[in-house]
């Protein structure tokens, strides 16, 4: 399904249905709230910053926003790191919601959410947290230098979650950050012209 401002890969199509048949709705829920907040957090940032949204992209690598307009080296920076800060702020919400109703609905989400935010705050790309690097470091080092610097920021983190992830995976913790680490250095190298582009997840 593709047009000008809205579009979805074929991947993010096979992820939602694998996601469908093995979660349930609650599960499902305690999922896309975090990712809705994290994604309204960088909306509502980028409009308040007089940038313009171009549309939106639904990929294997997440929610995609493309916008254009100048802020600042700050204001750059500071629309990437909006929806992982949201989602700080959710989680710390529904966790003390969660403890007041005795929800374990809201406790999951807000674990979630958690997760969600401090990995996307990791300095590598195409997670915010790199985002946030490339802009701050581009006006001190230049374009080239940003994006090698993110770069070995990128390979680095990505090495370090492999090597924790497979210590997690040995002693019977499961896959999922050997998974992440396997997702993000697929992603790593291949995520500079898009941030050029100005487009965050």
Avoid at 16 to 28: E, G, M, N, P, S
Avoid at 100 to 105: D, I, R, V
Wanted: glycine share 10%; hydrophobic share 55%; proline share 2%.
């Amino acid at each position: 399904m593709n047009n000008e401002r809205f579009s979805v890969g074929t991947g993010a199509i096979l992820l939602a249905a694998l996601i469908y048949f093995v979660a349930d709705l609650d599960k499902i829920l305690a999922l896309l709230v975090p990712v809705l907040v994290h994604e309204l957090g960088h909306v509502f940032t980028i409009r308040l910053l007089g940038l313009r949204i171009n549309g939106f992209r639904v990929e294997l690598k997440g929610f995609c926003i493309r916008y254009c307009g100048e802020a600042g080296a700050m204001g750059h920076a500071l629309a990437a790191a909006a929806g992982p800060l949201w989602g700080l702020i959710y989680a710390m919400t529904a966790s003390f919601l969660a403890r007041h109703y005795g929800s374990s609905w809201l406790e999951l989400s807000a674990g979630v959410s958690l997760l969600l935010s401090l990995f996307n705050l990791l300095p590598a790309l195409p997670l915010d947290g790199g985002r946030v690097l490339y802009a701050l470091a581009s006006p001190f080092f230049g374009e080239a230098a940003a994006a090698k610097m993110v770069n070995i920021s990128s390979l680095a983190v990505g090495a370090a979650l492999l090597a924790m992830g497979a210590y997690l995976m040995f002693n019977g913790c499961g896959l999922a950050m050997e998974l992440a680490a396997v997702w993000l250095l697929a992603y790593t190298g291949l995520d500079i012209n898009r941030q050029k582009q100005r487009e965050i997840i």
